[in-house]
């Protein structure tokens, strides 16, 4: 068995997300296994299957600064991509790959993180799909089944426009949006950031190459689209780009936004007698990592500080710090509200 190489260099934003999806409809059992590496040439954001796009995105700022949106067929949240960015798509028939979720990326993200590691980065897996350098995600991962095929992708991160992400954010204050994006460049890294000299991208090219080889156990050899592959991926790109599936319906409700799999942040806001309670709260591992309230009680937003948002620690805090009962009350109900489902969109 070999693993087809398809390297397509720089791409269109449809064509980068088009063409894992047309070769996974393209797929049957004598389809060989396929590696696509690619590049999109403008920036896009791209969000998933069962996202609420306006939910998600503020909508009117991405028109405003010209960057178009895509859905795709896969789960995940709203990413932002662009040319600083080397995508690496891998593309399998289901009966090839591993049922369980935890096997298939250990599988699939193996040679990322090997490729990571002979580029001099010390990355490794975090089940089930976070590649992390000392506790920060150095590549996007994701996977699903389209078809007969199931699909695991990813990106290298050589940079990241951390605030194009963080302007384009739908969120609910601007206190929310700074500390999202404080907690975007805390736990989000690049190889630009991790090492003194950025490799470049057919260095990476050939590590992922070399790696996936490796890790898979198999000769890797460089291959070209067929014609129906070349059919579908245009018709991908008329679907995946189309306002009718871009802005469907989407079934999924968030709870707070996800930074990784590690931060989130939330909002929540209590009445009192004195007016609203509003508590803006980012959980690093399911702790506070950072909280502020409005308005303000700096002594008690210190002291909640590396605790879980609701048990009986934070209780404890907050009768200690305020006295009148109401406000004891809105600060535990809005606590409450902030821990909802431990941050998990």
Not at 241 to 251: A, F, H, L, N, Q
Not at 270 to 282: A, E, H, I
């Amino acid at each position: 068995m070999t693993l087809r190489l398809l390297d397509l260099g720089t791409v269109s934003a449809a064509r980068s997300q088009a063409v894992y999806h047309a070769l996974a409809e393209a797929m049957t059992d004598d389809t060989p296994d396929t590696l696509v590496l690619l590049t999109p040439e403008t920036p896009y954001f791209c969000v998933g299957y069962h996202q609420d796009l306006n939910a998600a995105l503020d909508t009117a700022h991405c028109r405003t600064v010209g960057f178009p949106i895509i859905r795709r067929q896969l789960g995940g949240g709203a990413v932002y991509l662009d040319r600083h960015q080397l995508f690496y798509q891998l593309i399998v028939h289901r009966s090839r790959a591993p049922l369980a979720v935890t096997a298939l990326y250990a599988r699939y993200l193996q040679g990322a993180v090997v490729a990571l590691r002979q580029l001099g980065i010390a990355a490794s897996l975090t089940p089930p799909n976070e590649i992390e350098v000392d506790g920060r995600r150095i590549a996007g991962t994701g996977a699903g089944q389209i078809g007969e095929a199931v699909v695991v992708v990813g990106n290298i991160l050589f940079d990241f426009a951390y605030d194009a992400m963080a302007q384009a954010w739908q969120v609910p204050s601007e206190a929310f949006r700074r500390l999202a994006v404080e907690g975007l460049r805390s736990c989000l890294t690049t190889l630009s950031r991790e090492l003194s000299s950025t490799p470049s991208v057919e260095e990476v090219k050939d590590s992922l190459v070399t790696a996936y080889a490796s890790s898979l156990g198999c000769p890797v050899v460089d291959g070209q689209l067929t014609d129906r592959e070349i059919t579908l991926i245009a018709e991908a790109e008329t679907r995946l780009t189309s306002p009718d599936w871009v802005e469907r319906e989407g079934t999924l409700r968030q709870h707070g936004l996800k930074i990784s799999a590690r931060m989130t942040v939330h909002e929540a806001s209590q009445p009192t007698d004195q007016g609203s309670l509003k508590l803006t709260v980012r959980l690093k591992d399911g702790l506070i990592d950072h909280l502020h309230a409005d308005p303000k009680h700096p002594p008690l937003e210190q002291s909640l500080s590396g605790l879980a948002p609701y048990g009986p620690d934070a209780r404890d805090v907050v009768k200690r710090h305020e006295s009148r009962p109401l406000h004891q009350e809105a600060w535990t109900l809005a606590l409450q509200t902030v821990h909802g489902d431990n941050g998990h969109r």
